[in-house]
Structures are given as structure tokens and as C-alpha cells.
């Protein structure tokens, strides 16, 4: 030996120079990024199946969220591909923040959410219909689209009313689950 051993963290190599090991923390700081990339993915999913979950108990074949700040009246319709009637009914929701403790309580049992079952018959295109009564979300009061419903037993609609993560202040999306309405 030349009389100078490798410092902590460092090798001697064949020719001379030295070559930094996992001492010197870089390793180290790979593996925890890696790891914490690892993790914060398996959160997400994680939460995404919690969502789904949750949402496989709450929701139904028709379903009208109110993200608003206020309290929401109207109706909603909905015709089948036979041109018949499958749903015409009336939704006042409370707003999207009323679902905090105090309310809860409160005996409060105000929804932000109205759920409609048996809705879909045949797999077709539903033409649905929102008509907000006394309001308006970004100057629109009405909305209607038509939806192609493909799997008549496991296909939702989700009518999100001022919604951030849709275009329109009154948007529709069709999914099988709660994160494919979000």
C-alpha cells in the first residue's frame, strides 16, 4: 500500500482512483426516493380502492353531486333508448361542505349527493336532463347529454353540479366506479 488508506466511504480501485460507495449516502437517498415513489403510488391506489369501495355501498345508476357552495334545487329526467321515461324526479341538495361534524350532530341528515336506482333497462344511449330550479351555476341552469350506457348492470351516471373537475358547470360522466365519476 501507498501508506493512504481509502477515506470512509471510498474505495481504492485497480487504477488508482477512488470510487464513492453507499456511505457517502448516495445509494442511501436512491433507495429512499424509490421507496417513497413506491409508497406514495401504493397510497394513491390505496385510496382510489377505499373511494370505489365506498362508493359501490352509496351510489346508484343515477347519481347528482352537488359541489357547489349553496343549496341546490331541480330535477333531473332521463329517457331510455325506446324513447320512454326511465326517471323523472326532483333533487334539493344541501351543499357540498354541509357533511361536516357540526351538522352531523345536529341530527342533520342533509345530502349533497341524490341517488337514483333502476334506471337503465337495455344498453343504449339515454339522453338525461338537468334542469336547476331558482339558480344557476356559471349562468347555466340547464343541461342535457346524450350517455351511451354499454353495461346496463354495472355502468353509473354521474351528474356533477359546479364541479372543478369537470368542463361545464353542469357535467355528466358515465363510469363503473366512484373514481371514474371524479
Not at 350517455?147 to 368542463?167: N, P, R, W
Amino acid at each position: 500500500m501507498d501508506g493512504h488508506a481509502p477515506s470512509s466511504g471510498t474505495t481504492r480501485c485497480r487504477d488508482g482512483g477512488q470510487k464513492r460507495t453507499s456511505r457517502d449516502g448516495t445509494d442511501t437517498r436512491r433507495a429512499v426516493l424509490a421507496s417513497s415513489a413506491t409508497t406514495l403510488l401504493a397510497v394513491t391506489a390505496g385510496c382510489t380502492t377505499v373511494m370505489d369501495f365506498v362508493g359501490d355501498r352509496l351510489l346508484e345508476q343515477v347519481n347528482v353531486f352537488n359541489e357547489t357552495d349553496r343549496r341546490v334545487t331541480g330535477s333531473i329526467a332521463v329517457v331510455d333508448p325506446a324513447g320512454e321515461t326511465a326517471l323523472d324526479e326532483t333533487f334539493d341538495l344541501a351543499p357540498s361542505d354541509s357533511g361536516d361534524d357540526e351538522g352531523a350532530a345536529s341530527g342533520d341528515d342533509e345530502q349533497s349527493v341524490a341517488v337514483y336506482d333502476d334506471v337503465w333497462g337495455e344498453a343504449g344511449s339515454y339522453e338525461a336532463n338537468v334542469e336547476l330550479t331558482g339558480t344557476d351555476i356559471d349562468g347555466q341552469s340547464q343541461a342535457s347529454e346524450m350517455v351511451t350506457i354499454d353495461d346496463s348492470d354495472e355502468q353509473l351516471l354521474g351528474v356533477a353540479l359546479g364541479s372543478e373537475a369537470v368542463d361545464e358547470p353542469i357535467g355528466f360522466r358515465v363510469g363503473e366506479s366512484l373514481s371514474d365519476l371524479a
